[in-house]
């Protein structure tokens, strides 16, 4: 971990590449040792049409894949197929034993129904975690899949070595994909959890009182250092292109990280987690179609 620069106290950075990377390299010896029991874990990902940002994530998970020696599958299809037709995609990957996880990438061409392929993707190859079942485990603390860019979240907090229990976690957002499953990731590591949104009053106070502050609202430099408490761990999930082309967080980076205790960074922050924990779920499922116990460590 190296300090942020900057004058004055400066924040520890939580370094997402970095994280990333230690973790790619035990999985890589885990799939090895998978093997020798004759096990490969298996990911199907599903690109409907050609959305450039979506070519790009497919095309890392693929890499990442390959690095860690995960069996990848791309179904690149046409942005004009029909809703029946992905269906019987996903039925064909639910029945595929090579196939432990299955992926299709979001967003869909206008007219698929989002929820019903994703309600179709079976809940024991659900890698995303967005299939209702496990959106369920996770409510009550046995979540089989915890969703990607969040438990990414986690891993990074531990891996600061911060303990979660009996902190004030705040949340700034409440999306489906991270600001609630990440309020219910720290919850269930006992921290004591507010979820805040564009209707919260006093929002500058509230997030003050942070020990731990996740931003996730997709606002440009929302999150102002006299939002931070001193000391406090700030985790920023959002990734904005600014007019001139620069990328930013949700988290005016500087600043806070004069107040802050530790940052992650954008660039490089927890946007590497996100395929990272998708390869971990992917493992975890091949080891529990294997009869395996795999833990998630939530
Ligand atoms: N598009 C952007 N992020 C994601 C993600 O985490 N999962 C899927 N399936 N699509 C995405």
Same mark, same amino acid.
């Given at each position: 971990?190296? &300090? ?7 924040? &520890? ?8 990377? &230690?973790?790619?390299? %035990?999985?890589?010896? +885990? ?28 095309? $890392? ?27 019987? /995609?996903?039925? &064909? ?19 698929? $129904? ?75 590591? $006992? ?21 731990? /502050? ?9 999150? =102002?250092?006299? @939002?931070?408490?001193?000391? %406090? ?13 620069? /990328? ?9 990280? +004069? ?13 590497? @987690?996100?395929?990272? @924990?998708?390869?971990?779920? =992917? ?6 179609? $294997? ?8």
């Amino acid at each position: 971990m190296t &300090q942020a620069t900057g004058s004055g106290t400066a924040a &520890q950075i939580i370094d997402g590449k970095a994280i990333s990377t &230690q973790m790619k390299e %035990a999985m890589k010896a +885990e799939v090895v040792a998978l093997e020798a029991k004759g096990i490969k874990p298996g990911l199907a990902v599903v690109l409907v049409g050609e959305n450039p940002a979506s070519v790009v994530y497919v095309r $890392n998970k693929g890499k990442a894949c390959t690095e860690v020696g995960i069996h990848s599958v791309e179904h690149k299809i046409p942005a004009e197929t029909t809703e029946a037709q992905l269906l019987s /995609l996903i039925d &064909q990957l639910n029945n595929d034993p090579k196939i432990n996880g299955i992926l299709v990438q979001l967003p869909l061409p206008k007219h698929i $129904n989002e929820k019903r392929v994703l309600d179709a993707i079976s809940p024991t190859k659900d890698v995303d975690g967005f299939h209702p079942f496990n959106v369920g485990k996770l409510a009550v603390g046995e979540a089989l899949f915890p969703p990607c860019t969040p438990f990414g979240v986690i891993k990074m907090i531990e891996h600061a070595g911060v303990s979660m229990e009996g902190k004030n976690a705040v949340v700034v957002g409440r999306s489906n994909i991270v600001g609630k499953p990440v309020a219910l990731m720290l919850l269930q590591k $006992n921290a004591t959890v507010t979820i805040t949104h564009s209707k919260t009053k006093n929002l500058k106070e509230v997030c003050r009182e942070a020990d731990i /502050l996740v931003a996730a609202i997709g606002k440009a430099n929302f999150v =102002t250092a006299d @939002m931070v408490k001193p000391g %406090a761990v700030v985790i920023d999930v959002g990734i904005n292109r600014l007019d001139d082309g620069k /990328l930013v967080g949700d988290v005016d980076y500087a600043p806070c990280a +004069e107040v802050a205790g530790w940052i992650t960074p954008v660039p490089g922050g927890v946007g590497p @987690m996100t395929i990272t @924990m998708l390869l971990y779920n =992917t493992i975890n499922s091949a080891k529990r179609a $294997n009869g395996m116990v795999a833990e998630t460590g939530l």
